[in-house]
Structure formats: C-alpha cells, structure tokens
C-alpha cells in the first residue's frame, strides 16, 4: 500500500489593527481556510507581547501586512530581522507612503505628478518657499498620513501658514510637510495585485478630499494605453506588489498624486472577495516561487 504524503499547508502572517476582528479580517481568514493556507493574526492595535510576538512571527512561511498605520514600519522591520519575507517590505513601505520620497521617486522615472516642495519647520522660512513655489490653490499635507489625516487645502498664503502652524502644534512628532499644486477632483484609482492591475475605479465626493472615507461613489473606469504605460513606470520604480495608486487629471493628462501600499480591497462590494482572493492566490505563488529558489 502506497502512502501519500499531505502537501504542508502555508502558513501566512497577517498585520491588522483593529479593536477587533472585522469584515476584512473574517473574509481572509474565510478564504485562507479554502485555499489551505493558515493564518497567524497580528493585531497591532493590541499589546504584544514580546517573546509571543517572536513565537508567532518563527511559525509563518511569509507574513502579509494588511495595515497602513504609521506604527506598524517597527514591526515590519523586527519581522525582517527574525528572518521572514514580508509583503511588502518594510523599505517599500517607508518609501512609497513617504509622500516627498514617492515624489522624488516620480520626478527621477519620468513619471508625471503635481509640483510638491518639502517644507521647513521654521514658519518664517516656510513662507518664503510658499511665495517662490506661487500655485494656489495648494495642498498641504504631512508626509505621512492615512485616509485623508494632515491634508488640507489652502487657497492664498496667509491660509496656508495657519495650517502649517496647526499641524506642527498637533503633531508631537514634527514630521515634514509638504505643499502640493492643487488638482481638482475627482481623483482615480487602479488597484494592483502581483504588479498587475485588477481594478480601476472613479472616486466622487461632494468633498475636494476623495479618500475612501470621503468617497461616496466609486464608478468603475476602462485603464487606457497612457495611462498603463505610466502605471507601468510606477511599478518599475517601486517594486511594490501590491498597492492603490492614486491619479489625478488636468487639461486631459494624468498626474500621479501617491500610492498606497495597503490599499482599501472592499470599493467595489461585489468585487472584494475576488480581490481578497488574488492576494491570498499571490502569496502562495510569492512562497512556492520563493521556496524554488532556494
């Protein structure tokens, strides 16, 4: 009698943060158990506890972080340095919601995307670059930031001082703003999974901000060849796998405004638990090519 051996079911991370499972966390876990894969949750929002953390973290093949949450670039890095692959990586991570740093990344691959400048801390100096950079209406935005958090809109500069002065006494941190030509809306979106694109979507709102917490309705959109090809050149520059990349458009051009490294799967409802799913059918294949190699 021949014996046949159980392929090893994979055993995938996943950060979250969250006061408690939700909808997302329920679909993957669903879809986990019916493609074979096990999933170790990481609940950031709660204590960890440290030796436990480490347990876990040695039992996953890959961990997958589902979280945008500034806070969470430390646990990526202390997963890297127990050994283990994250998707994405937590130099990708930093990199791409860094708003200067993606835009610096843009300018240097020829991508197109809003004039930006980094701004000082020093009000008076701010000034200045304000009054040199001279495009109003302009955004203000912290350089990092989620879901429309440290983003405000000022049409002269007298408006914009005041929101610098309000982030910096807000923000214990002090992180760096920057000042961003304005575009209106409404702002775009295109998915991409394994670096391929599988969704495009129109982000409305009565609000200039189209976040997914401004956005209302999300209208589906056909990626022509322009704008693939400048989607394209995003992917080459990052080499992220996964992520939301945001557009703009002026006088009939695209402009990309930044990208998302954890992007919101759910815009489309019946569409989520595809999306859940290409994410969950690329981590197996990242592992199984992966563990090929070695």
Same mark, same amino acid.
């Not at 100096?125 to 009054?131: F, G, M």
């Given at each position: 009698?021949?014996?046949?051996?159980?392929?090893?079911?994979?055993?995938?991370?996943?950060?979250?943060?969250?006061?408690?499972?939700?909808?997302?966390?329920?679909?993957?876990?669903?879809?986990?158990?019916?493609?074979?894969?096990?999933?170790?949750?990481?609940?950031?929002?709660?204590?960890?506890?440290?030796?436990?953390?480490?347990?876990?973290?040695?039992?996953?093949?890959?961990?997958?972080?589902?979280?945008?949450?500034?806070?969470?670039?430390?646990?990526?890095?202390?997963?890297?340095?127990?050994?283990?692959?994250?998707?994405?990586?937590?130099?990708?991570?930093?990199?791409?919601?860094?708003?200067?740093?993606?835009?610096?990344?843009?300018?240097?691959?020829?991508?197109?995307?809003?004039?930006?400048?980094?701004?000082? +801390?020093?009000?008076?100096?701010?000034?200045?670059? $304000? =009054?040199?950079? @001279?495009? &109003?209406? !302009?955004?203000?935005?912290?350089?990092?930031?989620?879901?429309?958090?440290?983003?405000?809109?000022?049409?002269?500069?007298?408006?914009?001082?005041?929101?610098?002065?309000?982030?910096?006494?807000?923000?214990?941190?002090?992180?760096?703003?920057?000042?961003?030509?304005?575009?209106?809306?409404?702002?775009?979106?295109?998915?991409?999974?394994?670096?391929?694109?599988?969704?495009?979507?129109?982000?409305?709102?009565?609000?200039?901000?189209?976040?997914?917490?401004?956005?209302?309705?999300?209208?589906?959109?056909?990626?022509?060849?322009?704008?693939?090809?400048?989607?394209?050149?995003?992917?080459?520059?990052? +080499?992220?796998?996964?992520?939301?990349?945001?557009? $703009? =458009?002026?006088? @009939?051009? &695209?402009? !990309?405004?930044?990208?998302?490294?954890?992007?919101?799967?759910?815009?489309?409802?019946?569409?989520?638990?595809?999306?859940?799913?290409?994410?969950?059918?690329?981590?197996?294949?990242?592992?199984?090519?992966?563990?090929?190699?070695?």
């Amino acid at each position: 009698m021949f014996c046949i051996k159980k392929s090893k079911r994979i055993v995938i991370g996943y950060i979250f943060a969250a006061r408690k499972i939700g909808k997302e966390e329920r679909l993957f876990l669903r879809l986990a158990k019916k493609k074979g894969i096990d999933l170790v949750m990481f609940n950031l929002f709660k204590k960890i506890n440290e030796d436990e953390f480490e347990s876990k973290v040695k039992r996953c093949d890959l961990v997958y972080n589902d979280t945008a949450e500034d806070f969470v670039i430390e646990s990526l890095k202390t997963i890297e340095e127990l050994g283990k692959k994250v998707i994405d990586t937590s130099r990708i991570f930093y990199y791409t919601e860094d708003k200067w740093m993606f835009y610096i990344k843009c300018r240097e691959h020829g991508i197109p995307t809003p004039d930006t400048i980094l701004l000082s +801390n020093n009000v008076n100096i701010a000034r200045a670059e $304000l =009054k040199e950079f @001279g495009k &109003w209406p !302009v955004v203000i935005k912290r350089v990092y930031g989620t879901m429309g958090e440290f983003v405000e809109k000022a049409d002269n500069l007298e408006q914009a001082l005041k929101v610098i002065k309000k982030f910096l006494k807000i923000d214990c941190d002090r992180l760096p703003i920057v000042a961003q030509e304005f575009i209106s809306p409404p702002s775009y979106r295109v998915t991409l999974i394994d670096k391929r694109i599988v969704q495009a979507i129109i982000k409305k709102s009565k609000n200039w901000k189209c976040t997914g917490v401004y956005g209302k309705k999300f209208d589906k959109f056909k990626v022509d060849k322009k704008l693939r090809g400048i989607i394209k050149k995003v992917v080459k520059a990052t +080499n992220i796998n996964i992520c939301g990349v945001d557009l $703009l =458009k002026k006088d @009939g051009q &695209w402009f !990309v405004l930044e990208i998302n490294s954890n992007p919101s799967l759910d815009f489309v409802n019946n569409e989520h638990e595809k999306l859940v799913g290409f994410v969950l059918d690329f981590l197996k294949r990242y592992h199984k090519k992966r563990n090929h190699k070695h």
